[in-house]
């Protein structure tokens, strides 16, 4: 989904966020940022927090993730049908992987014997083998209409789709790669988060301005939690209670309590598009992206205060730095 906001409305947000100092905190390698509608690649300084390069990538590079070895990162570049495998710390080029089609979200399992992306533009999606280094396509199954975030369940039998523009969610079951069922869930439903113990999968609606509560065993959604219009995508706080959701159309954050399942704070006022999140190792800071601004910031998590913006290019969405805060692991441990 592309939105487009005034440069104005930019303007005054960078200004107001170039009023604060940067933080000298240390991390190791560099902040990778991936700008989609420029079909390359931004490394930054984390340190001095300035860019360093730009490079060229296949075409709409829109999510990111590391190998669950942690030896490289897997860049999904959904229109060149393809993934480039970078070096987790520099961000520098390893290795090609060619004829994947249309990956726009990808995914591991936990067990790591599957791997699956989304074909947001192709309505389907495709389940690998993964095998050692190796990706051997079981089965594409079709699944209308705009298949985009997944999430997966911890005992590896299930991975969970949002379908934006029907507006359900649906469950795949990985053994059989065949479509278990379907329910509606909200207009544009986009980002997945399983809370502990897989009690409750959190959902976004980018079309709207909460987040879904799903008892998915039962399909049945029990609870809506209110947070900024174009709810879109989740962080763990790694904090084993908190999860933070971008809304993309309020230009703000939410932090969930996963517990209650309520709204426990909100930043407020950000540049336009906040999108993905990436926390660092000491949980001090988070980095976001802006996709309408071209831009990435840096927010302290003390004072809940962006400190600092930085420009990319075009439509930045994924992000990604090594020395990061856990993403949880299965139920939560």
């Known amino acids: ?33 991936l700008n989609s509608a420029e079909a390359s690649i931004s490394l930054i300084d984390p340190v001095t927090q300035k860019l360093i390069e730009t490079f060229p990538v296949g075409k709409e590079p829109h999510h990111l993730m590391a190998t669950p070895d942690n030896k490289s990162l897997i860049v999904a570049n959904s229109v060149s049908n393809n993934l480039v495998f970078l070096d987790p710390k520099t961000g520098r080029i390893q290795r090609w992987v060619e004829n994947i089609e249309d990956p726009y979200q990808i995914g591991f399992s936990y067990d790591r014997k599957w791997f699956v992306t989304t074909g947001l533009r192709l309505d389907r999606i ?22 985009s975030h997944m999430a997966f369940s911890n005992d590896n039998k299930i991975v ?24 509606k869930v ?44 174009g709810a879109h995508n989740f962080r763990s706080l790694d904090d084993g209670r908190h999860v933070m959701v971008s809304n993309r159309v309020g230009n703000s954050l939410s932090i969930l309590d996963e517990e209650t399942l309520t709204n426990v ?6 540049p336009p598009g906040p999108d993905d999140m990436e926390l660092s190792a000491d949980k001090r800071y988070l980095w976001v992206t802006f996709r309408f601004a071209k831009h990435v910031g840096v927010i302290d998590m003390q004072s809940h205060q962006l ?8 439509s930045p969405h994924g992000i990604y730095f090594f020395d990061r805060a856990p993403v949880m692991a299965p139920n939560g441990a």
């Not at 389940?127 to 079709?142: C, E, F, S, T």
């Not at 969970?160 to 329910?183: N, P």
């Open 160 to 183: 969970f789709v949002t379908l934006q523009i029907s507006g359900e969610l649906a469950a795949i079951d990985l053994a059989s790669q065949t479509v278990l069922w379907k329910m």
């Open 265 to 270: 704070g909100d930043i407020t006022g950000l």
């Open 126 to 147: 495709d389940i690998y083998h993964a095998i050692g280094d190796d990706l051997q396509l079981a089965k594409r199954v079709p699944l209308a209409t705009m298949p």
């Open 1 to 33: 989904m592309r939105e487009f906001a005034s440069s104005a409305v930019i303007a005054c947000a960078l200004v107001s966020a170039a009023t604060f100092a940067p933080p000298a905190h240390a991390a190791a390698g560099n902040v990778v940022v």
């Open 307 to 314: 400190i600092k913006t930085i420009a990319v290019g075009r």
């Open 186 to 229: 909200g207009p544009v439903p986009a980002g997945l988060w399983m809370t502990p113990n897989d009690k409750y999968l959190l959902i976004g609606m980018t079309g709207a301005d909460y987040v879904a509560v799903v008892d998915w065993r039962n399909q049945k959604v029990v609870k809506t939690i209110h947070t900024g219009r």
